[in-house]
């Protein structure tokens, strides 16, 4: 089985678009679907997700976790060169097709105070 990742990011205007596919291993457990993967920099990464979140495990040093809620916003921490930053996703669209085995998920990353935003995202992930 293969995963595909797509993510349109638009960082004040300018538009990056990122495609990535790698081997993955699905479970399903307890009304939720984990797929498991291993990135380019040798991680093991974990997506958890169901019809409401997305949890996104990296499991570098230190741990990174994404969490993308449908309806609230969610507290992500991600290691930075100048250490590790706590932001907040504020998700738009939150697309969940078990049948056709694909994800959509619309963000904006944003500081935790205040409504600076840092980056705009357009994530649709499919499992296949």
């Known amino acids: 089985m293969k ?11 300018q538009v990056e678009l990122v495609e990535q596919s790698y081997p993955v291993k699905l479970t399903e457990k307890n009304g939720h679907i984990y797929l498991t993967y291993t990135n380019e920099e040798k991680e093991t990464v974990m997506l958890k997700c169901n019809d409401q979140e997305l949890i996104m495990t990296r499991f570098s040093t230190p741990k990174s976790i994404m969490r ?16 590790l930053q706590h932001l907040q996703t504020q998700t738009s669209v939150y697309e969940l097709d078990t049948k056709e085995q ?9 500081q935790l105070e205040g409504d600076s935003v840092f980056a705009n995202y357009q994530l649709e992930i499919k499992w296949l």
Not at 3 to 8: D, E, P, T
Not at 102 to 110: D, G, P, S, T
């Open 3 to 13: 995963l595909h990742i797509k993510n349109k990011i638009d960082l004040d205007g």
């Open 68 to 83: 993308f809620h449908r309806e609230t916003p969610a507290l992500v921490t991600i290691p930075t060169p100048v250490g």
């Open 102 to 110: 694909n994800l959509k998920i619309h963000y904006q990353l944003k």
